[in-house]
């Protein structure tokens, strides 16, 4: 199993201004990935957070706006940049276990202003 | 059209009752099939894997049809502690998951 804290658990900001979200987990792990959980939508992958190289962003996603960090095997940063309302959401770091479970952080709920 | 879809529900059941909740995926290459269970402002958990044969696990059983691409879960005996939200969730190859919005179920007294 994994035990990830992310923070913060949730922040109101202003538009325009940029967020970083903090993710670490309790042991060292491969994959470790962001989702985004708009309001009564599925989780949708945001990207994966690579060790020692770029973020695999999916579609829809560029890294100008979701600038990821992943320096080491246990912690990894998503930044929300350039914040609009649009970007009011619950974010959620996730790692996987052997591909047999996925285990989250327990979600930063943004509000954008 | 999504890759995974559900029925958003809400399902209200009285406690006791058995529920199932159905899910179709449009990748026919799906690899890995799952529910997760989401709590109200909560992060989701693994509720249970799916198998080809199907599996049970005490209360909870799920299904896999490969051929339809329809995944089931049936809870039996309803508990006021089951209600959430029910995720049916993907892989197809590599490693991205991919999430239903989730079916919400509330068990009444």
């Known amino acids: 199993s994994a035990v990830i804290s992310q923070k913060p658990s949730r922040d109101i900001c202003q538009r325009g201004t940029s967020l970083t979200i903090q993710c670490q987990v309790d042991?060292?792990?491969?994959?470790m990935f962001w989702y985004r959980q708009q309001p009564g939508q599925s989780l949708t992958l945001i990207a994966t957070a690579n060790q020692g190289s770029e973020a695999t962003y999916e579609s829809g996603f560029v890294i100008d706006k979701f600038p990821i960090s992943r320096p080491n095997l246990t912690f990894s940063t998503l930044t929300v940049s350039n914040m609009s309302p649009e970007d009011s959401s619950i974010y959620l770091c996730s790692v996987e276990v052997r591909l047999t479970e996925a285990f989250f952080g327990q979600g930063t709920r943004l509000t954008v202003v | 059209r999504k890759e995974v879809e559900q029925d958003p529900g809400p399902f209200n059941v009285p406690e006791g009752a058995t529920v199932a909740f159905n899910c179709t995926y449009s990748n026919s290459a799906s690899q890995s099939f799952f529910w997760y269970r989401q709590d109200c402002r909560k992060e989701p958990k693994l509720l249970m894997s799916?198998?080809?044969s199907g599996n049970e696990d005490g209360r909870f059983t799920a299904q896999l049809n490969r051929a339809s691409q329809y995944i089931s879960l049936l809870i039996r005996d309803s508990k006021l502690s089951d209600s959430a939200t029910y995720l049916c969730v993907v892989r197809n190859s590599g490693y991205a998951l991919n999430f239903g919005k989730g079916t919400s179920l509330l068990v009444t007294p």
């Open positions: 799916v198998y080809s």
């Open positions: 042991s060292q792990v491969t994959m």
